[in-house]
C-alpha cells in the first residue's frame, strides 16, 4: 500500500527523504518478524515482533504527516492507518502466544505442533 501511494502522487514521489522513510517504516515490519524467527529462539522472535509494532506504529505516525502535507488524502491514509493496524494486532497475537508458552527454540516448536 505505501509503495503504491508513492507510486501514484508524484509531491510524495518527489520528496525523497520522507518517501524513503515511509517505505522504509513498512519494510522493517516485515523484515523484522522474518529476522526474529530466523534466530529460532522465542526470545529473539518476540524481539523481532515487538520492532515490528515499533515500525508498524511509524507507517501509521508518516500515515498523518502525509496526510498533512497533502501527499495522501484521508481515505489513502486510513487504508495505509487501518493495514499497519492489522499488522500490530497480528505481532500482538504472536506476543500473547509466545508468551504463554514455555521457552523453547522455534526449531524444536515446529516438529512438536506439527
Do not use: C
Not at 519494510?27 to 529476522?35: H, L, P, Q, R, Y
Amino acid at each position: 500500500m505505501v509503495y503504491d501511494a508513492i507510486g501514484s502522487n508524484g509531491k510524495l514521489e518527489a520528496d525523497l527523504r520522507f518517501s524513503g522513510q515511509f517505505s522504509a517504516a513498512a519494510v522493517s515490519s516485515m523484515s523484522n518478524i522474518a529476522e526474529g524467527f530466523s534466530r529460532q529462539t522465542d526470545k529473539e522472535f518476540s524481539r523481532g515482533l515487538w520492532i515490528s509494532k515499533g515500525s508498524a506504529a511509524e507507517v501509521q505516525s508518516l500515515s498523518y504527516a502525509a496526510l498533512d502535507q497533502e501527499y495522501l488524502n484521508e481515505e489513502g491514509k486510513r487504508a495505509i492507518y487501518d493495514q499497519a493496524e492489522k499488522v500490530a494486532s497480528l505481532d500482538s497475537g504472536m506476543l500473547k502466544y509466545l508468551q504463554k508458552s514455555s521457552p523453547r527454540s522455534i526449531k524444536n516448536r515446529r516438529h512438536k505442533d506439527s
